[in-house]
């Protein structure tokens, strides 16, 4: 009986965490619809690898203060901004923000990523190399605002 | 039960301490440009620890390639071409290297316009790049 139930809540317990990642299209099936950066803005990338650790924990991402979307495992989005100072923060237990400056033209990556808090996760967002970001993208799911088609 | 009670508020205490990271510990610096160095490029030839005072130590790889893009008052200021680099208090900064006498002696924070010097400068030997 007890053995039953405890089948059951596992079996509910990962259908909650799978429920919890990414569910948009791969990086690959948009990128086509993807727009090109309009001259004069520079583009940055944020993203979550997919995990199980702390998939609960899905923050909003501010971006210069203003929410740009959602820290997914497995999940990414987009954000074109004038060139110069950029602040990234999410806020789960603790605040922890991200400087980092931005030129026209010119792409970034931020990692979110998950560590251990007093009470729950926190989720930081992290400046990563453009090959290391590229790469990341590439295996996440797009969940930012939706694209044009092509 | 008094024992109890203070290893509890100790334990407390610590695991709190722990999630309270300090602020990187800066000051304003203004970036000047750095003749005759400017835009010329180096790599690391061995690897670089440093230990900041916030207490996130970073490293740097050999071979990690650099370009001038200034002097502070406490020395040349190199940005990573390749790669990033950060340094991590309660907040994480993007950062640059400050490099003296074949040392790492700080960072130099692009987006606060500060610098926050390393308690300890780490070894750093630079190799000039030619051009590609």
Redesign the interface.
């Known amino acids: 009986m007890t053995k039953n139930i405890t089948r059951r809540l596992a079996i509910v317990a990962i259908a909650a965490l799978l429920a919890a990642c990414a569910s948009g299209p791969k990086h690959s099936e948009i990128q086509s619809s993807i727009p090109a950066m309009k001259a004069g803005e520079g583009r940055l990338y944020v993203y979550r690898e997919s995990s199980m650790m702390g998939a609960a924990i899905q923050p909003s991402v501010l971006v210069n203060g203003k929410v740009a979307g959602q820290s997914k495992p497995g999940g990414f989005f987009f954000v074109d901004l004038p060139p110069g100072s950029v602040e990234v923060s999410t806020s789960t237990e603790v605040e922890k923000k991200l400087s980092l400056t931005l030129d026209a033209g010119q792409t970034r990556y931020v990692r979110t990523v998950i560590g251990f808090g007093l009470l729950v996760g926190r989720v930081y967002p992290e400046l990563v190399d453009n090959a290391a970001g590229a790469k990341a993208v590439a295996e996440t799911s797009y969940i930012g605002a939706p694209l044009a088609k092509p | 039960m008094g024992r109890t009670r203070q290893a509890l508020m100790l334990c407390l205490a610590a695991?709190?301490a722990s999630?309270?990271a300090s602020e990187v510990k800066r000051a304003p610096a203004e970036l000047s440009a750095a003749q005759p160095e400017q835009g010329r490029r180096y790599a690391t030839t061995l690897a670089v620890e440093a230990r900041p005072e916030s207490g996130y130590p970073r490293s740097i790889r050999a071979g990690t390639e650099f370009v001038v893009v200034g002097r502070v008052a406490q020395g040349l200021v190199l940005k990573p071409t390749?790669?990033?680099l950060?340094i991590e208090g309660?907040?994480?900064?993007?950062a640059y290297a400050v490099h003296r006498d074949g040392q790492l002696v700080g960072f130099y924070?692009?987006?606060?316009r500060a610098y926050a010097a390393l308690p300890l400068p780490a070894s750093m030997p630079l190799q000039e790049k030619n051009a590609p």
Do not use: F, I, K, R
């Open positions: 695991m709190l999630g309270c390749q790669t990033v950060t309660a907040h994480m900064h993007e924070l692009p987006v606060e």
